[in-house]
Each structure stands twice: as C-alpha cells, then as structure tokens.
C-alpha cells in the first residue's frame, strides 16, 4: 500500500513540532533550575587546605567578594566581582582585583555547579578541578 503524497512532509513537521516541544521543556527546566540555584547560592562560603584559606561572600544583588590566603607565603588575595547563573553554570566577571597580572579586571570565568545544598556547594572549575565550599 502506497503512503499518501504528503506523508513525508506530515512526518517531518510532526518531527519538528516533537523536538521544538522537548527543547523548549529543557529549557524551562534549566530556567527553573537556574532560579532555584541563584535563591540558594547566596550566603558566605568557605574552602580551606593545608596551603589556602578562601572565604566567598555571594550578595543577592549579582556582586561577590573573595579573600584567600596563601598559608606557604602568608599573603592576602581580594577579589570582587558580578555573579549570575545560567544553565547550571555560575558566571563570574572580576570588578576589582589584587593581583591584577594573574587575574585581571574583566576576566570572565565559568564554574559548572555540580552540587548545591543548605551546608555544601560543590562546582568544577574550567580546567576540570572540582571544589567543595562549606556554608560558613
């Protein structure tokens, strides 16, 4: 039996509609995801090793603050910039800086948030290195 002439092209609209619909859902998803993450993001965290100290504040206004201290050298590191979330990435722009050499004004970075509870948030770093924070 012979499929009718407008078969095919029913079958790629139905295709289309099919994909069209299952992208828009991912990203409301995402953006469902993302609002949840920024509400609980917010807050001051902390990271230490045998070798740093950093303690994060993220204000619900989009800017952040960062001191880490180098324990091999005691020496102090300050950072301030703008923060917002976007496809489960959090995105960091530097506004202030004192090590402008190694991280300057203006340097954008992304971290993928891989876990974020009340006590813990956990991201990965563009090179791959993944970090565990403690809400203070």
Known sequence: MQKPIGAPCLQL???SLVLAWVLIGCKENHSKNDTILRQNITGTWTYSTNSTECRIVINPSGVFSTVATNMNVPKEFIYEGKWKV???FMI?????TSQ???????RIERFQII????TELIYQEEDG????????
């Open 115 to 118: 876990r974020l509870t009340k």
């Open 13 to 15: 609209v139905v295709c």
């Open 129 to 136: 290195q993944v970090i565990s924070l403690t809400r203070e």
């Open 100 to 106: 402008p050499k190694f991280e300057p004004v203006g």
């Open 86 to 88: 976007l496809d489960n």
């Open 92 to 96: 960091v722009t530097l506004t202030k």
